[in-house]
């Protein structure tokens, strides 16, 4: 499997259902229509499940030592344990940019899932500004902060290993989580926030 090809197209195809799903939550937000509603709604879904997939493919590429993948040959070793390795998923910048944005679509399912059905009069804009700011994540992480690259040839046979503080205590491993899981949390009430001032 080519795992970098697949990651890009995975980050691609999320770019395109945020910003679809953007443009059709701020028209059903103005014009009130359920249709509109209806079609942000799985929109969202479908943006999340894009973001969570390539999360899952980097996990896999970074589990069977991948050094095709750009990101797994600047964190990956053959020497580090499997949980040391899954986690070094957030060991450095592109990757813990990638696994914001599962953290966003954690969110944004979660959302959909307990809350759109209950605001239906602001669950258009909230969609359409958590969607914005999606999309914005998305060109962030297929543009300047892409963990999919390809490595230049000739590919290592093995890595550095991810951030030697990952591994110096479980705290550090747990660390980012913590913290994205509060940063990224705040996308939700911010867009409720908007949802409403543009409602009146």
């Given at each position: 499997?080519?795992?970098?090809?697949?990651?890009?197209?995975?980050?691609l195809?999320?770019?395109?259902?945020?910003?679809?799903?953007?443009v059709?939550?701020?028209?059903?937000g103005?014009?009130?229509?359920?249709?509109?509603?209806?079609?942000s709604?799985?929109?969202?879904?479908a943006?999340s499940?894009?973001?969570?997939?390539?999360?899952?493919?980097?996990?896999?590429?970074?589990?069977?030592?991948?050094?095709?993948?750009g990101?797994?040959?600047?964190?990956g070793?053959?020497?580090?344990?499997?949980?040391i390795?899954?986690?070094?998923?957030?060991?450095?910048?592109?990757?813990?940019i990638?696994?914001?944005?599962a953290?966003?679509?954690l969110y944004?399912?979660?959302?959909?899932?307990r809350?759109?059905?209950?605001?239906?009069?602001?669950?258009p804009?909230?969609i359409?500004?958590?969607?914005?700011i999606?999309?914005?994540?998305?060109?962030?992480i297929a543009?300047?902060a892409?963990?999919?690259l390809?490595?230049?040839?000739?590919?290592p046979?093995?890595?550095p290993?991810?951030?030697?503080?990952?591994q110096?205590?479980?705290?550090?491993?747990?660390?980012?989580p913590m913290?994205y899981?509060?940063?990224?949390?705040?996308?939700?009430?911010?867009?409720?926030?908007?949802?409403?001032?543009?409602?009146?």
């Open positions: 499997m080519d795992h970098a090809a697949l990651g890009r197209a995975l980050i195809v999320s770019i395109v259902l945020a910003s679809a799903g953007a059709v939550g701020f028209w059903g103005r014009r009130r229509t359920e249709a509109a509603h209806v079609l709604k799985w929109l969202a879904y943006f499940g894009a973001l969570i997939a390539a999360n899952l493919v980097m996990i896999k590429a970074l589990l069977s030592h991948d050094f095709s993948v990101y797994v040959a600047q964190v070793s053959l020497a580090t344990p499997t949980h390795t899954i986690v070094s998923l957030w060991s450095s910048l592109e990757g813990s990638l696994f914001w944005g953290v966003l679509g944004t399912a979660a959302w959909e899932h809350e759109a059905d209950r605001h239906r009069d602001m669950a804009y909230t359409g500004t958590i969607l914005t999606g999309a914005f994540f998305g060109f962030l543009g300047p892409n963990p999919f390809d490595t230049p040839l000739p590919l046979t093995d890595g290993g991810p951030n030697p503080l990952l110096n205590h479980v705290l550090m491993i747990i660390h980012p913290l899981l509060g940063y990224v949390g705040m996308t939700i009430p911010f867009s409720m926030g908007v949802a409403a001032l543009l409602r009146g």
